[in-house]
């Protein structure tokens, strides 16, 4: 089930590209980092039509996906073909010119406490369509501060179809499906945006308040 953006709640294939090039310090999918199997775009469409036969909503994501650019652009234009609404969900550390206009691209800016801030690149900011969206994982304040001024330097609560501020989960959670594994507090965070009036959206991992916070494959 998609959990981490306005497609939250929805059910959606999820396309698990092993690999990333960052280590964040709250990182959830550390076991995409290696291993995995290799599949061709074919089998990899196949696998996505026996578990969706009638369409819907698929997401690419990783681990980096376009760290495999090359097999990852003709996968999501075959699924477009298909029928498929696409989402690619990334850090925007490679480029992502190459992405078809049809995806939509949630990106993951990095912030400064996740250890790999200023990982963004900026000229994708060029990239971004109106139905895209741009999410901050925030762990403290100094995150939600650069959120905030990241937001209001580059205007994008008119450039993109939601900008969301989302607590980091512990990640090594497990047991309790509440927020008491926030890293950050929502209410804090709720009351910092409001006093603000930033144009963002505050989202949590859906998911992870509906499985156990350590179950893969939600
Ligand atoms: S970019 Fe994503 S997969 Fe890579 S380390 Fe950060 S959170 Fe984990």
Same mark, same amino acid.
Request: net charge negative; charged share 25%.
């Given at each position: 089930?998609?959990?981490?953006?306005?497609?939250?709640? $929805?059910?959606? %294939?999820? %396309?698990?590209?092993?690999?990333?090039?960052?280590?964040?310090?709250?990182?959830?999918?550390?076991?995409?980092? &290696?291993?995995?199997? /290799?599949?061709?775009?074919? !089998?990899?469409?196949?696998?996505?039509? +026996?578990? *969706?036969?009638?369409?819907? =909503?698929?997401?690419?994501?990783?681990?980096?996906p376009m760290l495999q650019e090359r097999e990852v652009v003709p996968l999501m234009q075959e699924l477009l073909a298909a029928g498929y609404r696409v989402l690619l969900e990334t850090?925007?550390? +490679?480029?992502?010119?190459?992405?078809? +206009?049809? $995806?939509?691209?949630?990106?993951?800016?990095?912030?400064?406490?996740?250890?790999?801030?200023?990982?963004?690149?900026?000229?994708?900011?060029? !990239?971004?369509?109106?139905?895209?969206?741009?999410?901050? #994982?925030?762990?403290?304040?100094?995150?939600?501060?650069?959120?905030?001024?990241?937001? !209001?330097?580059?205007?994008?609560?008119?450039?993109?179809?939601? #900008?969301?501020? *989302?607590?980091?989960? +512990?990640?090594?959670?497990?047991?309790?499906?509440?927020?008491?594994?926030?890293? =950050?507090?929502? &209410?804090?965070?709720?009351?910092?945006?409001?006093?603000?009036?930033?144009?963002?959206?505050?989202?949590?991992?859906?998911? /992870?308040?509906?499985?156990?916070?350590? $179950? /893969?494959? $939600?």
């Amino acid at each position: 089930m998609q959990g981490e953006s306005t497609y939250s709640g $929805v059910a959606c %294939v999820f %396309v698990r590209l092993t690999g990333c090039n960052l280590r964040c310090a709250w990182c959830d999918s550390e076991y995409t980092f &290696q291993g995995g199997r /290799k599949m061709s775009i074919a !089998e990899v469409g196949d696998e996505v039509a +026996r578990l *969706s036969p009638s369409g819907g =909503l698929v997401e690419i994501t990783g681990g980096e996906p376009m760290l495999q650019e090359r097999e990852v652009v003709p996968l999501m234009q075959e699924l477009l073909a298909a029928g498929y609404r696409v989402l690619l969900e990334t850090s925007g550390e +490679r480029p992502l010119a190459g992405v078809p +206009r049809e $995806v939509v691209k949630i990106v993951d800016v990095k912030c400064p406490d996740s250890g790999e801030g200023g990982t963004f690149h900026r000229e994708n900011l060029q !990239e971004l369509t109106g139905q895209d969206e741009i999410k901050f #994982v925030l762990s403290s304040r100094t995150d939600y501060e650069f959120a905030r001024e990241f937001t !209001e330097e580059h205007g994008l609560g008119k450039r993109v179809n939601a #900008v969301l501020f *989302s607590p980091a989960f +512990r990640k090594d959670a497990t047991g309790a499906r509440d927020s008491s594994h926030c890293v =950050l507090d929502p &209410q804090e965070l709720a009351e910092w945006m409001i006093a603000d009036n930033v144009p963002a959206r505050l989202g949590l991992q859906l998911h /992870k308040f509906i499985w156990d916070p350590a $179950v /893969k494959g $939600v």
